[in-house]
């Protein structure tokens, strides 16, 4: 598990120092010439590394609404002025027959406004459920309950809103919650702190890092890949693979327990409803299917600013935080310079505006450089195709994952 809160505007001005000293002559290495030994703090081995994961019996994992009210509520950034609110209603189902809710049998509505109890704006937005299938003997599908996405406009800046989301014909409409947006992009402007997490999971450490995020008071959250680990376990939700690269015992395919995507989401309602999280996907959200379906919990759960910034994947896109420009990569989606993240990475990096965006900050899931053997040179091609763009556009700081 790999987790970090801090204070952006310090640690990128000391980045970027470090950044001065290697245009004076440092040299960078190459990944050819590694693995090195790590510089920095050892790791202290009296720490436990892992943990279990938490039962499903935990009261944080338990649904606690009735059938068709929202759950798993959560925030995602879209544009400077914009929200996206994302929250899930009736009951998953799985089983070797499943039949799919009807996403437009409940309305998916977020009430808002700036005095609690007095939400005098409403907008509306769009409903799906997804699928996981898996067409052998004795393994079970899923099919997910009705995933709600609504973006709410027209947001002022550092401005503390309260909202409820539901279906307000059904009054089944949520409890209030409250959020206060960020400022707009401008040089000056940067959030107190961003937390950036990678390979939480749903351990019991996953709830100290969760627990240690909270007392921080983030104004976002960046997750950089590796969730839920729900492909991880069997689809009866017993324990599969040990690891990513493992092999399932007496399977003809890599597994995945979905209901476990549902903890999950209820785990971490109680941070995400009140902060925006932005998500990038790790190898663990891949899941394929046997229709060579791939990702479809991640697209299908997460709002991302993707067609806010000029890219119609999911899997890769940009955004501002104050004097922030994110920019999100897929490291397992076509990386190649033929390929279409490539163009819109490039077009993307033209399109800065260091005058208002001054940090350009880019984040991915599998690490390029990384001294853990076990993941040494895993994203090799990929950094070979596009390490060069990031170099020639000023790319300040690098985020990853999968690092231990």
Known sequence: MAAVSLHVTMLLLWLGALAGSAMEGLSIPSTSDGPFL???????????????????SDPRLVKRVPLIYPEQIALALSTPDAMW????????????????????????????????????????????????????????????????????????????????????????????????????????????????????????????????????????????????????????GTKGASCYSCEFPNSPTRESYQPHWDAWGRFMEPLVSTIPMIVIEGNHEIEPQADNVTFAAYKARFAVPHEESGSNSQLFYSFDADGIHFIMLGGYVDYNRTGEQFFWLKSDLEKVNREVTPWLVAAWHPPWYNSYRSHYQEAECMRLEMEDLLYEHGVDVVFAGSCI
Request: net charge negative; charged share 15%.
């Open 85 to 236: 609110v994302s929250w899930i209603t009736g009951d998953a189902q799985i089983g070797e027959q499943v039949i799919p809710l009807d996403p437009t049998s409940v309305s998916s509505e977020v009430h808002y406004g700036t005095e609690s109890g007095n939400l005098t704006f409403i907008s509306t937005g769009t409903a799906e459920v997804y699928n996981q299938i898996y067409p052998y003997e004795g393994l079970l599908n899923y099919t997910s309950g009705i995933i709600h996405h609504v973006r709410i406009q027209g947001l002022a800046e550092n401005t503390t809103y309260y909202c409820r989301c539901g279906d307000s014909a059904r009054f089944a409409m949520s409890d209030e919650h409250t959020f206060r947006t960020l400022p707009y992009p401008g040089p000056d402007n940067y959030p107190s702190r961003i937390a950036i997490v990678g390979d939480l999971g749903l351990t019991y450490n996953s709830s100290s890092t969760l627990d240690l995020i909270a007392s921080n008071g983030p104004s976002l959250l960046l997750m950089l890949g590796d969730f839920s680990y729900a492909n991880q376990y069997t689809t009866a």
């Open 38 to 56: 790590p510089r920095t703090v050892l790791f202290d081995p009296t720490l436990q590394p892992g943990s279990d994961d938490l039962p499903h």
